[in-house]
């Protein structure tokens, strides 16, 4: 590895500390180098609001306020610096103004407010541009962010758990729980880097669940360096939660409408709208949206909704109904399932609800990891699935 390219690793490693925090805006690290190679700066975005990776890292090389210790020096940074104005001035200004001689990106903005103007404005101020330099790892930051600059949608996981006889609940829906501890961990955190959490009514209904981030039950202690001090930050970060309820059946006293963490309950033309102020006197946003041709929520419309409400990355934690109606439509861009090792029997529920009845009708799908969770396995996945 080359030291340009280990600055960059250093500067992926600093973003991966936003997991959790940054969101709608991306996570980005920066490694600021001085003429000798020696590092004099680093910097990372913590939360939108919040100053970005470089100035994180101008600041910490004593270079804001007329500060000369960046003057000539590299800057490395995942993501092309900013060229607008936001919550926070453009970064791409602050590193013309400290002086610095080169900039070494890892990818390109996608957002059309920047896109190729942060690198411009470097170049026509004199200092040298050299990139993309491991782009890949750098666009792995930011999946759900790529995908709603470019696409108007975000990434969509659906998490789901099993036997290893492919069960979910038993035949009466008791499901509590098939997976152990350390799996519950995992999903905890899937959901603490996640913008929203979708469900269905029936699960609201039937498993009155409150599918918000504690992080208290997050294992943070087994996550690197600093990652554990942001959890205060992490639990008042919390995402939205959805409940896809066609015809506003959603009890005004379910756990999931109680917290700080906000709730939207998405619904149809055709529910009975007398039920819509008792679910708005409870705090929950009661949303209509067009139905598909079976009269349910149109999941497409759903998730451009998100999207219009910067929602990077979606979890779907839900039924067999609803986890399968994504994935038969096309909706998920990765699967993640926690298998343990029990059976729950041939009278227990299913999966995923799918009206397949031939082999030419099966959905693909690639696995792209599986690991041991405690004493469950995770396999993830990408559909392959086009509608």
């Known amino acids: 590895m080359s030291s ?57 090389a004593g270079a804001l306020n007329g500060g000369q210790g960046a003057r000539g020096a590299t800057v490395y940074v995942t993501l092309e610096p900013c060229s607008h104005t936001g919550r926070t001035g453009p970064c791409a200004d602050a590193l013309i103004e400290a002086g610095v001689a080169k900039v070494v990106y890892g990818m390109q903005d996608p957002n059309p407010a920047v896109s190729g103007e942060g ?75 996640s913008c929203a959490v979708v469900t269905g009514v029936e699960t609201v209904r039937f498993d009155n669940p409150n599918l ?79 139905a598909d041709k079976d009269g349910r929520v149109d999941l497409l419309a759903l998730l451009e909704e998100l999207a219009r409400r910067q929602c990077n990355e979606v979890l779907v934690e839900s039924g067999a109904t609803l986890s399968g109606e994504f994935l038969y439509r096309g909706h998920v861009d990765e699967l993640i399932v926690y298998m343990a090792p029990k059976l729950l029997g041939s009278t227990a529920r299913p999966l995923f609800e799918l009206p397949i009845e031939r082999m030419g009708s099966v959905l693909p799908i690639t696995i792209t990891d599986m690991r041991a969770v405690g004493h469950d396995w995770r396999i993830t996945a990408t559909t392959d699935i086009e509608r």
């Open 119 to 193: 690198l411009q404005k470097l170049k026509d101020a004199g200092i040298e541009v050299e990139g993309p330099l491991l782009e890949e790892p750098c666009r792995a930051l930011n999946p759900g962010y790529i995908k709603r600059m470019t696409l108007g949608l975000p990434l969509v996981r659906c998490k789901s758990a099993m036997s290893l006889d492919g069960r979910t609940a038993m035949a009466s829906g008791e499901s509590k729980w098939v997976t152990g501890p350390a799996a519950r961990a995992d999903v905890q955190r899937l959901r603490a880097r």
């Open 4 to 60: 340009a390219q280990a600055m960059m690793a250093r500067a992926i490693q600093l973003a991966e500390r936003g997991l959790y925090t940054t969101m709608p805006n991306p996570r980005v690290g920066c490694v600021i180098v001085d003429s000798s190679g020696e590092i004099v700066g680093e910097g990372w975005h913590r939360r939108a609001g919040l100053p970005h990776a470089e100035i994180e890292a101008l600041n910490a």
């Open 212 to 290: 918000n981030v504690r992080a208290d039950e997050m294992a943070l202690e087994l996550l690197a360096g600093e990652q554990a001090d942001l959890a205060a930050v992490i639990q008042e970060v919390q995402p939205l939660r959805v409940i896809v309820d066609s015809r506003l059946r959603t009890p005004a006293k379910a756990f999931i409408l109680q917290g700080d963490a906000p709730t939207l309950v998405v619904t149809t033309e055709r529910a009975d709208m007398s039920r819509r102020e008792r679910l708005e006197k409870a705090g929950a946003e009661v949303l209509v949206l067009p």
